[in-house]
């Protein structure tokens, strides 16, 4: 499993990435993205980081004991097509054939059982060769989320992919609704690491170059593996989307019903929230007064608030 936590979100706290801030409950988003998963059949997480958030990382897996299998650092950012394929080329180092769960360090997922049976089910397309996204069942005419058009199903649940759509209007998104066979893209992946180099070999060369080129600079200290800066920062930036997914005939997507949400916006935060008789999210010491619908977090000091 590889954990991305490298972005630095839509917004900030004394420029601290939202991977490490409390934000759906005692927790950081990185703590319950390692948690979540340790029910599941997985090895322990491999994590991708910005170099300057090694010790934010590695301090807030210790104070939890959360275990890993090592910290890859990015000397500058290159998204999350290069992030996969060093982590994929590591990966080939433990395992003779290993299968990488890729997943955001700064979302949220309710129900981890409903998580555990789609990766169980994306793993079933991985064993015949696919590489595998997991698709949201929208709920709403969501703007803010790029789309993923199912096609035929393979399996229950699993369906080749026929076309990427980016961020859609209003009527745009009404009609996805409607449809039924538009999903949220999550940006959470499963394929093989092999399978996942070759078809970034095929389809985007030079970040598969660059990438093969700046591993073999890796330098290793402790737990955590360092990349040369002068090697990676020839690498292309690039998405997994765009870099394989939009070009391989083996895209499937598996369907997602567990809760998800990209915590990307206040009004996030509010949904994922727990909410009193009046819909109001309260966090910390707060006091308020003709309040609806409304997420208050008072963290330093007490906070007022008066009306919606």
């Not at 969501?142 to 789309?147: P, V």
């Not at 989307?241 to 998800?260: F, I, K, P, Q, R």
């Amino acid at each position: 499993m590889v954990d991305r936590a490298l972005g630095c979100g839509r917004f900030r706290a004394s420029l601290v990435p939202k991977q490490f801030l409390s934000v759906a409950g005692d927790n950081t988003l990185l703590q319950d993205t390692v948690i979540r998963l340790a029910g599941l059949d997985l090895a322990a997480p491999m994590l991708v980081c910005h170099e300057d958030h090694r010790f934010s990382v590695a301090g807030q897996l210790s104070i939890l004991d959360l275990d890993h299998q090592g910290i890859i650092l990015e000397p500058v950012g290159r998204n999350t097509a290069p992030a996969a394929a060093i982590a994929a080329l590591e990966a080939l180092t433990l395992a003779e054939d290993p299968v990488l769960l890729v997943l955001p360090a700064d979302h949220v997922v309710s129900d981890p059982v409903a998580l555990g049976q789609a990766v169980s089910k994306a793993a079933e397309g991985v064993k015949k060769g696919h590489l595998a996204l997991f698709g949201v069942t929208p709920s709403a005419p969501e703007t803010g989320y790029g789309y993923i058009r199912r096609g035929a199903e393979l399996l229950t649940d699993l369906y080749r992919v026929d076309e990427f759509v980016e961020k859609p209007d209003h009527d745009t998104a009404c009609q996805y609704l409607a449809d039924g066979d538009y999903l949220w893209n999550s940006g959470m992946f499963m394929f093989s690491a092999k399978d996942y180099l070759e078809a970034l070999q095929a389809y985007s060369k030079s970040i598969y170059d660059s990438c093969h080129e700046a591993y073999q600079t890796l330098v290793r200290e402790q737990e955590f593996a360092r990349l040369s800066e002068e090697a990676f920062s020839r690498c292309p930036s690039n998405s997994i989307d765009y870099a394989v997914m939009e070009h391989t005939a083996a895209a499937v997507v598996v369907s997602l019903n567990a809760g998800w949400n990209d915590v990307g916006s206040w009004s996030s935060l509010w949904a994922i929230g727990d909410k009193d008789e009046h819909g109001n999210v309260l966090r910390g010491d707060v006091l308020i007064e003709d309040t609806r619908n409304t997420y208050v977090h008072a963290k330093a000091s007490p906070g007022v608030h008066s009306g919606s």
